[in-house]
């Protein structure tokens, strides 16, 4: 089976440390470019970082720039999101895809897996 799953979610307090995971199975993520998206209550699902299969990042969202980072582990066949300075704006629903190449879309057909997304909750 063909999946994406994210992990490292949690409650964490403002100015704190997340490190988000997405793990494959099924299929190698070294073929694929991998984009981290959030959802937040009450609001599209927008595109934060994505990484591309030879590892290049484009970021999508001006409020996480110099606080997200994303980096790939093709052995490990994982992508990490590590996000420092949580801001209780950052709050939401995080969700990896794959792709052959980035986009900032949630709606991009090309994305054509995606995992079931990992709760951030930030406390102020």
């Known amino acids: 089976q063909l999946q994406l799953v994210e992990s490292g979610g949690g409650l964490v307090q403002a100015g704190g440390s997340l490190r988000l995971s997405c793990a494959a199975s099924g299929f190698t993520l070294d073929y694929y470019a991998i984009g981290w998206f959030r959802q937040a209550p009450g609001k599209e699902r927008e595109g934060v970082l994505c990484?591309?299969?030879?590892?290049?990042?484009?970021n999508y969202a001006d409020s996480v720039k110099g606080r997200f980072t994303i980096s790939r582990d093709n052995a490990k066949n994982t992508v990490y999101l590590q996000m420092n300075s949580l801001k209780p704006e950052d709050t939401a629903v995080y969700y990896c895809?794959?792709?052959?190449?980035?986009?900032?879309?949630?709606?991009?057909?090309?994305?054509?897996?995606w995992g079931q997304g990992t709760q951030v909750t930030v406390s102020s």
């Open positions: 990484i591309s299969r030879s590892g290049g990042s484009t």
């Open positions: 895809a794959a792709a052959p190449l980035c986009s900032g879309s949630a709606n991009a057909p090309i994305y054509g897996y």
